[in-house]
């Protein structure tokens, strides 16, 4: 199958129906909701770590010279503070403002789950403008990475995709609360959503025609790739685990994050089983 076709189709199989999957979620009664989430999150945590671990690194080693792995971990090292220094600029994970430190609320509460509190209704407007302008940043980079991944090995496209989905669908139940607590119909979000998940094809087409010519950064783009994963799995979910102490959620935590591993290792086998 031609490999620009297959980006467009896990671009958006990363993009578009998190989204729709996400929409549904929230038909779900809040009770419910508030119960099945923090399992998403685990089992986000295990695909997101299996996929930087298990294939984004090994792949950018191979792709490179013993004397550039110095330069290629430090790459992994630069990229984890990066994202870390991004998200205190309020871009990379989309804190709106100063809305969360003035009300005492952790900056990513809302992809949690929890609505998060606003000033007024044009305060709470631009904070639903600034949401939907973040995740489409954010969205256009996923899509890059996943174009990556796939000029690397179509096979490491398709795990890297899987793990974009996973991680992307309790992010966009997060989107999709600060958006209606900032005004936007049921119909509005969802629209507004799927549109900003479009930047996720946008950037994977846009890789396509630009990293085929520049193949030697590829293994680079694949460690920044592995950094972001990381990041986000250890520094953002990881610590929403914490807050359940009790030995039932704990195990629970362990066995959905080693479901996400074995998902990736499993799907990764497969996906080598096959010519692409």
Known sequence: ?????????????????????????????????????PHGISFAIGALLAVAFWGLIPHAFEEVKPEQFRGLSATILAGILSFFVLEKLLIWRHCHFNTCEAHGEEPHAHEHGHHAHSHGPEHRHSAGALIILGDSIHNFVDGILIAAAFLTDPKLGIVTSLAVAAHEIPQEVGDFAILLESGYGRAKALFYNILSSLATVLGGVLAYFSLEDLHHMLPYILALAASSFIYVAVADLIPTLHKKTELKASLEQIALIAAGVLLICVMHGFAHSFEV
């Open 1 to 37: 199958m031609n490999l620009l076709l297959l980006i467009i189709i896990f671009t958006t199989l990363g993009g578009v129906l998190s989204v729709l999957a996400a929409g549904l979620f929230l038909l779900l009664p809040d009770q419910k909701r508030s119960h099945v989430l």
